[in-house]
């Protein structure tokens, strides 16, 4: 299963995600500014911008934030220009990394992820040298407790999600990225608030990482993600939930 989403559902219950509220916000606030530009400033004909408003939402993020960078976005209001990066990668033991930023300035990024991987026992790959390896998905994890498993899957199914995973800490569903909202509202009528709902990069395979090699992916997660131009971090490694619970500790 994906310890790439098992890392993100333990982080959320522990509050740890709560401690990075500032750097959720910043993020979000990127991706409304970029997603209105491309596509317009209303949520009803912009698809991308109606997901990124769903999740400033839930993150309780206010209005007046959400409305003035999608004016930002929309030349309403002035504001700094962003151009969207993916930058490939591999971690420790091989694992494959998809970075997705937003920045202002391409040559200081790609110098910080590439110092970043460096230090973590990762380097920066060639393009299209692992995105291979992944897909585009509509991704909710539901942390196990919150939600009874046949009501859940049932909701899932019928709101046209491919399958849904046990990943120790919870539960994984996935969905192709149209069936996404369908998903990620039915999840949300049985009352339950997803740990995470995103359209994710998920891997096809994953790789098996334990001790140090484990220790040292959980610190690159940590340090890319904390990346003031980092919007998205997939990464195709399997970790057992202990080892990352000792990291969060």
Known sequence: MSGHSKWHTIKHKKGAADAKRGKV???????????????????????????IVAEAKANNMPRENIERAIRRGTGEEPGVTYDEVTYEGYGPGGVALMIETLTDNKNRTVGEIRHLLAKHAGNLAAENSVAWMFTRKG???????????????????????????DDES????????????????????????????????????????????????????????????????????????????????
């Open 170 to 249: 919870g539960w994984e569903i996935v969905c192709a990225p149209e069936s996404f909202e369908a998903v990620r509202d039915a999840v949300k009528a049985l009352g339950v608030e997803p740990a995470s709902a995103a359209i994710a990069m998920v891997p096809q395979n994953y790789v098996k990482l334990v001790g140090k090699e484990a220790q040292q992916m959980l610190k690159l997660m940590e340090a890319i993600e904390d990346h003031d131009d980092v919007q998205h971090l997939w990464a195709n490694f399997d970790i057992e939930e202990k080892e990352i619970e000792a990291s969060l500790a």
């Open 25 to 51: 916000f910043t993020r979000i606030i990127k991706e409304l500014t970029v997603a209105a530009r491309n596509g317009g400033g209303d949520v009803d004909s912009n698809p991308r911008l109606r997901t």
């Open 139 to 165: 991704q909710v994890v539901v942390e196990k407790g919150k939600a009874d498993e046949e009501k859940l899957l049932n909701a899932a199914l019928e709101a046209g999600a491919d399958d849904m995973n």
